[in-house]
């Protein structure tokens, strides 16, 4: 007979792995597909592929995220998550490749009643039917409370075997994680920074203000501080050494003035939009207040990219002279 094979999402959590677990002891050969975008990555899906034996997929999928992300259907939960459509998204996403791979059906970790957005038995429903394909979604941490699928009543898995967690508790899943010898996985908590708040900010006044925000714009958000200039131009300077590096992996010369200070130490800034001299010189003092330069004294900075170079002498702007313009 033909082996049944089954695809889940893998977060590479905790719930993840019991999920695969529990099928793969019914014989189902089990395989894991992780999503990446600006806001979310596969490396937690990676070690626990490795530690556990699962083949996975790792596929990114920003440019169909962002238009989802622009404008919910379900809506947004208290920052920019928009988790039913996400979750709808990538089902979708793992159904494409469940026909492409030869894969029976579809599953994942999700608990009933363990988010209040995104797993209440109302929210799978959505998520369901929103991603084309009802029936063959399996949640098997909490079948045994939810409505029969058509891969129990086909045969393809024992329903008997498939659990009835619910709610928020972590207890049932910690005990079975104990009794199949799992134990490094991550916190629940995070993975997403959709739900931070702070970068909710950040993300909302950037689809505010550009249509056309694509994944190279969403990466610089999660570095640096930002500012919002006018409405098509924003600033971002480092805060640390560290976060300097991790901004310049992003520097476009076509897109951004790139901002370094000459004179004394400090931030690598990008200037994002097309700014005259007036805001240059603007930019260029906001960088300079984060010098050790005092206020009375010029501090030179270099500007390259968007095809100019230049170098401005400019005084200090301080954090209080500017707190209105950070985002």
């Not at 920052?79 to 791979?101: Q, Y």
């Not at 659990?163 to 629940?188: H, M, T």
């Not at 050790?292 to 095809?307: K, Q």
């Amino acid at each position: 007979m033909k082996k049944v094979r089954a695809l889940g999402l893998s977060s590479g959590g905790l719930d993840s792995i019991l999920a695969a677990l529990i099928l793969r002891q019914q014989g189902i050969d089990v395989s894991w597909v992780a999503f990446e975008t600006p806001f979310f990555d596969a490396a937690h899906a990676v070690k626990a592929a490795k530690s556990h034996g699962i083949p996975l997929y790792v596929r990114d999928i920003t440019e169909r995220y962002l238009p989802m992300l622009k404008d919910p259907d379900g809506g947004y939960g208290k920052a920019m998550n928009p988790c039913k459509d996400c979750h709808s998204l990538m089902f979708r996403e793992a159904g494409g490749m469940m026909a492409e791979e030869g894969f029976d059906f579809l599953f994942s970790g999700e608990v009933s009643g363990q988010r209040p957005m995104s797993q209440t038995p109302s929210a799978l429903r959505y998520v369901e039917k929103k991603s084309g394909y009802e029936g063959v979604i399996l949640r098997p941490l909490s079948a045994l409370n939810l409505p029969e699928t058509t891969v129990e009543k086909e045969g393809l898995v024992d329903r008997k075997g498939l659990l009835g967690f619910q709610g928020r508790g972590r207890k049932p899943q910690l005990a079975l994680a104990k009794e199949l010898g799992v134990k490094d996985f991550p916190a629940p908590a995070g993975g997403c920074l959709l739900t931070d708040q702070v970068f909710g900010r950040r993300l909302k006044d950037l689809l505010d203000h550009k249509a056309d925000a694509d994944g190279l714009d969403c990466h610089l958000l999660k570095g640096g501080r930002h500012f919002r200039l006018s409405p098509e131009i924003r600033l971002v300077v480092g805060r640390t050494a560290a976060d300097n590096e991790f901004l310049q992996g992003f520097f476009d010369p076509d897109r951004h003035c790139r901002i370094r200070t000459v004179n004394f130490p400090g931030p690598l800034a990008f200037l994002c939009g097309p700014a005259d001299r007036g805001m240059r010189l603007l930019a260029a003092g906001i960088v300079a207040g984060y010098t050790r330069a005092l206020d009375a004294v010029p501090v030179t900075l270099h500007m390259d990219g968007r095809g100019e170079k230049e170098n401005l002498d400019v005084l200090p702007l301080r954090s209080t002279e500017v707190r209105g313009l950070m985002i």
